[in-house]
């Protein structure tokens, strides 16, 4: 197992010099270098930018991570049942049915209080 | 040992015979480190073909002709464009956080490319067999939402923080159906695998969930657990119908705006190479991976299948990305939480009790696979009979709603226009 | 030094440099960053330890899902981004050394005291599917888990009931 994941290391390294690769040769030496403050101004549909970019915005962004982070840690729960689930007496299931209906219950609530619509 | 039945093992031994001056640990990172390049540069060179691929298809279904000068048929047109971004100036806008904007495009393909680690491309070509495969994708995965997260917020750009908050609440909220749709696979090949007595097997890698599709592929056991990751994986790549991160109407190119030359360039190759290997994901875990005639003896074979298999799933991908049209937000997020993810966790409820009803050791893995399939039939009727009542329901109350209004200018066409928002209740 | 032992040094290296730039960092977001470079190498020992589950389970939930949050949470408050001021105050001085010298010495002292237990077994390979079969056990731990979906489930309540309270449905 363990000469898998150094494969995997091994991976994580290349995979960073693969695309690295060729944006270094772009932009060190083979693009053209002619800067302009007003080439490098953002851009914003040709009108100036004014303001501030880093404002506050949508909370319905915010609300959605927050389910999602339930549900992404209870479902971490549901995969080594999963891989034990041949062996698992059918009393367990129960148990992981249970589990899944308390998750899902909190999602009927958040469902009905209208959080999941799109405003 | 002979080339056909174990190529991996023939070529390492050659080459090992060739480099046996390097001491030995030394030796073996040499070898992985060659396997590493070797798939990882197989990969990168995939979105050559399937940009040009992708580019045929959509314009003779758009019934136009398409990139037909450069090379044979267009072929080589990608690597033209590639060049052409070879030679682009490098801008950085001003205002713009320089090391995490650099960074983003090198993460976000490497979240792409390293799934290729665990994929099995025949019965012995992989490259690791992690006993976790299944949750390594998901990781991975979730490092490319990161890095768009990233692109979008140091760029400056209002459009591209938009663009990156959009991206980001559509991939973390499609993760949740696609992980769910994940469990059944697994919890299908833990089931087999002890009804047919293998041992030293690990039901979450992918290896082994190919090696458990031997007599069924999962498609047909679970369907709609296969329809649910289609869908939702097709998500993750942010591609049409999905493509609201880069709605080119609204918020012009989304995250990736104030990238230029190969920057932009890598973004476009993560995307399309995520969408080929959402393909391969869908032929490993539910099409059956390499399975086919032969494919035990001669691996050469199994990798054609797994190969064409991917390829057959990259093409509804390309299909849907023509045929549909780009989804609206509020649209986006109802079917997820209020379809996907209820239809999901019916689906893993369902696959649990009913294959331990119709237990594969006493009845046998055929007529476990009819329950299940029978099972899966139920709940996909019912889930669509809910659905487009409930659709029937919240398009009668609108019309009720805009009935009751007073007369508006235009009056009574007005209410049965599209444009109106059947999101409201 | 052998090969595992090296990684172990360099992740743990990162680990300490990136969680000290986590408090040390002026821009916040950069500060949420280097939080991750540390999530990342606590998932690099979890396989060091053989326990790729974890590993896989820290990636996901601490990257994939908390790093997010945090990243929102930083970007709903007000004006974070440019913000230049001291990070350290001149007030309360001797009260911070004091428990933080109290904390050290406490944490120190449970440290030293401790007997870890070290087994050399090797991992069982079917380390997940025990862990599977635990989990759901009603000897094991059952009851933990009916109450990490109970918490889940509140948790989800909660935050949804105080972040949506102004709305009248």
Same mark, same amino acid.
């Given at each position: 197992m363990q000469e898998s994941w150094v494969f995997v290391g091994i991976f994580f390294l290349i995979a960073a010099v693969f695309p690295a690769a060729p944006i270094i040769l772009q932009s060190l030496i083979l693009g053209p270098k002619k800067n302009n403050p007003v080439k490098n101004s953002t851009y914003e549909c040709g009108i100036e930018t004014f303001g501030d970019t880093w404002v506050q915005f949508k909370m319905q962004y915010y609300i959605f991570t927050l389910v999602f982070v339930v549900f992404d840690v209870g479902m971490m729960f549901l995969f080594p049942f999963a891989v034990a689930y041949g062996q698992?007496?059918?009393?367990t299931l129960l148990v992981v049915i249970g589990f899944l209906a308390i998750i899902c219950s909190a999602l009927v609530y958040v469902w009905r209080k209208g959080a999941l619509r799109w405003v | 040992m002979d080339f056909f039945s174990d190529p991996i093992a023939f070529i390492a031994n050659l080459l090992r015979t060739w480099l046996a001056f390097i001491p030995e640990p030394w030796l073996s990172l040499l070898l992985m480190t060659f396997g590493v390049v070797v798939v990882g540069s197989a990969a990168l060179v995939l979105p050559l073909f399937t940009i040009w691929l992708e580019r045929r298809v959509i314009a003779r279904m758009q019934d136009r002709i398409g990139p037909?000068? $450069?090379g044979y048929q267009g072929l080589l047109q990608t690597i033209a464009d590639a060049i052409k971004l070879m030679t682009k100036e490098d801008i950085t806008p001003l205002g713009a956080d320089k090391v995490v904007y650099n960074l983003a495009p090198i993460l976000v393909v490497i979240s792409v490319i *390293?799934?290729?680690? $665990?994929?099995?491309?025949a019965v012995n070509i992989y490259g690791a067999d992690l006993n976790i495969g299944v949750l390594y994708i998901v990781a991975v995965g979730s490092l490319g939402t990161l890095a768009i997260m990233l692109g979008g917020w140091a760029s400056n750009n209002k459009y591209a923080l938009l663009g990156a908050f959009r991206t980001v609440a559509q991939l973390v909220c499609y993760e949740v159906p696609m992980i769910l749709s994940m469990v059944v696979p697994v919890l299908i090949a833990s089931s087999w695998a002890l009804a047919q007595g +293998? *041992? !030293? @097997?690990?039901?979450? #890698?992918l290896k082994d969930i190919v090696v458990a +599709? +031997? #007599?069924?592929?999962f498609l047909l056991v679970a369907p709609v657990a296969a329809l649910i990751f289609f869908i939702s994986s097709v998500a993750e790549t942010g591609r049409? %119908? @999905?493509d609201l991160l880069e709605a080119e109407s609204e918020?012009?190119? =989304? @995250?990736?705006?104030?990238y230029s030359g190969m920057k932009f360039g890598m973004f476009m190759v993560a995307e399309f190479l995520h969408a080929f290997t959402v393909g391969a994901l869908v032929a490993t875990l @539910?099409? =059956?991976?390499? /399975?086919?005639?032969w494919a035990t003896q001669y691996p050469l074979l199994g990798m054609v299948y797994f190969l064409a298999k991917s390829f057959a799933a990259y093409f509804l991908i390309v299909l849907m990305r023509a045929a549909l049209p780009r989804i609206r937000i509020d649209h986006l997020f109802e079917i997820n939480w209020k379809f996907l993810v209820p239809l999901a966790v019916a689906a893993i409820v369902v696959t649990m009790v009913v294959n331990k009803l119709v237990d594969p050791a006493v009845v046998g893995l055929g007529w476990n696979a009819l329950a299940l399939f029978a099972s899966n039939l139920v709940v996909a009727w019912v889930a669509f009979n809910w659905a487009s009542a409930q659709a029937r329901w919240l398009r009668r109350q609108e019309e009720a709603k805009l009935q009751a209004? %007073?007369?508006? %200018?235009? =009056? /009574? !066409?007005e209410a049965h226009s599209p444009a109106q928002p059947a999101g409201a209740h | 030094m052998t090969f595992p032992q090296l990684i172990f040094w360099v992740t743990a290296a990162v680990i300490l440099a990136s969680a000290l730039q986590v408090v040390t960092t002026r821009n916040i977001v950069h500060a949420a960053l280097w939080l991750i470079v540390t999530f990342f190498g606590v998932a690099v020992l979890f396989v060091l330890l053989d326990a790729g589950f974890l590993a896989a389970v820290q990636v996901v939930v601490y990257i994939g899902a908390i790093a997010i949050l945090i990243i929102f949470a930083v970007m709903l408050t007000r004006r974070v981004m440019q913000d230049t001021g001291?990070?350290?105050?001149?007030?309360l001085i001797a009260p911070a050394v004091l428990i933080g010298g109290v904390l050290f010495v406490a944490l120190l002292f449970v440290f030293s005291r401790t007997r870890w237990p070290l087994s050399s077994a090797a991992v069982p390979p079917d380390s997940l599917q025990i862990l599977g079969l635990e989990l759901t056990s009603p000897d094991f731990y059952m009851t933990a888990l009916v109450t990490v979906g109970v918490l889940l489930a509140a948790a989800m309540v909660g935050s949804i009931a105080i972040a949506r309270d102004e709305e009248k449905d």
């Open positions: 698992a007496p059918a009393f | 037909n000068r $450069v *390293t799934m290729w680690a $665990v994929l099995p491309f +293998q *041992t !030293d @097997f690990n039901p979450m #890698s +599709q +031997q #007599s069924v592929p049409a %119908p @999905f918020i012009v190119a =989304g @995250f990736n705006i104030e @539910f099409l =059956g991976g390499w /399975h086919g005639p209004l %007073p007369d508006l %200018p235009g =009056g /009574h !066409d | 001291s990070q350290t105050n001149r007030h």
